[in-house]
């Protein structure tokens, strides 16, 4: 009888602490399980999050290149008429009437986007229209177009950005005549959006000069970048100035002297990574309650 009171003795407390300690060894292997599985998500998470941005980033600079390779190609057509030849070569009023008629100047509002000029060789104003036309510089008349980098770098004028095309008017081989140079805006905010609104919820489509005066604009403005130093088509962090850490990735735009960055929040790349966590923290709950149940059972 002594000896049965004193098992029961020893068993009332072992009954009361059991569960708890079972419980405890539950909770110390789940929270070892979860930060692996923490550590395990948020690498697989931002990684798929990068792998969306490359694509998007080559698929925007593709596009560009192949949206720039058509104006260069149209404004190289207007360099190489006849008639823009004979206004630098043979100018008359006949002639310069016809040059302005091929340039489409005659009209600057049916071009609300878009501004041309024609320049000699010296960079020397002959005809010009359009609601950018004022911004072409001299400097950017003869710019690059001699060695047939015809895009130019972004610009900006009163939160506008632009950038010109520069077509060398050649007589022959290696007789430069002028310059004919469009002017155009660069794009729109719902562009932008358009072009990102697949990619997650605050993601964001910058362009910039990878040369000249360091100019980033969403395609509505000019607004502040990454560092021009980030590597090439691989997925990198940076702090953008609003202090939120953002993932983003830089490629360089063929044929342009521009760089397209696909970026977005480090907090939306791991948007599925805290959905899957609660997920499993409620099964991990759920497995210590059950343990701690059955060990008191």
Known sequence: MRVTRSVADFLQPLERKLPLLIAALLCAVVASFGWMVNRELR??????AGDRLTGAAQRIASMLTAQTGALK????????DT?????LARPSDAVIAAARARLGLQRPSATPLA??????????????????????????CGAGAATGEWIQPILVRSDTTYYSIVAPVLRATN????YVVQVRQLGDKQSAQALTAFMGRGSSLLIGNAIGAEVWTDLARAVPGPPRSMARGVPARFMPPDGHEAL?????????????????PLETAHSGQYEALRNLALVALACVLVGAVGARM
């Open 248 to 264: 983003g990735v830089a490629l360089d735009i063929a044929a342009t002297p521009w760089i397209v960055d696909v970026q977005m």
């Open 43 to 48: 690498t697989a998470f931002e990684s798929a």
């Open 73 to 80: 190609a149209e404004v190289g057509q207007l360099a190489s």
């Open 83 to 87: 008639s823009v030849i004979a206004a």
């Open 175 to 178: 007789d430069t005549l002028g």
């Open 115 to 140: 501004s041309r000029a024609l320049f000699d060789r010296d960079c020397h104003l002959v005809m010009a229209a359009g609601p950018l036309a004022g911004t072409t510089t001299l400097h950017q």
